[in-house]
């Protein structure tokens, strides 16, 4: 069993920046890729942004390209979600995704994600 661990959410004004951060448990990272989601109140949970463990390749939601940077860092095994002018519609809470089985074109779904984070808030106030 891998736990996914999320932080870095709050509270920040349009234009802001936060840094999400997601560690997994375990001392080497066994999955293909790890991803984060949002959802906000009465809609579907989205695909945000995804990074290949192995090469690092990345993957982004046309509506957050220029804005958000995902990052892995390999020792502490943990994934981050840097997000520069954040923008009201940006609210969500924010999930971190483990991705054990597929290709490259398996990181926009949230169906072939196996393990989930429990979620961090994000508010941009207007």
């Known amino acids: 069993q891998v736990q996914l661990v999320e932080s870095g959410g709050g509270l920040v004004q349009a234009g802001g920046s936060l840094r999400l951060s997601c560690a997994a448990s375990g001392r080497t990272f066994s999955g293909k890729a790890l991803g984060w989601f949002r959802q906000a109140p009465g809609k579907e949970r989205e695909f945000v942004a995804a990074i290949w463990w192995s090469g690092g390749s990345t993957w982004y939601a046309d509506s957050v390209k220029g804005r958000f940077t995902i990052s892995r860092d390999n020792g502490p095994n943990t994934v981050y979600l840097q997000m520069n002018s954040l923008k009201p519609e940006d609210t969500a809470v924010y999930y971190c995704?483990?991705?054990?089985?597929?290709?490259?074109?398996?990181?926009?779904?949230?169906?072939?994600?196996?393990?989930w984070g429990q979620g961090t808030q994000v508010t941009v106030s207007s």
């Open positions: 995704a483990g991705l054990w089985r597929g290709d490259s074109r398996s990181v926009y779904y949230k169906e072939s994600y196996r393990y």
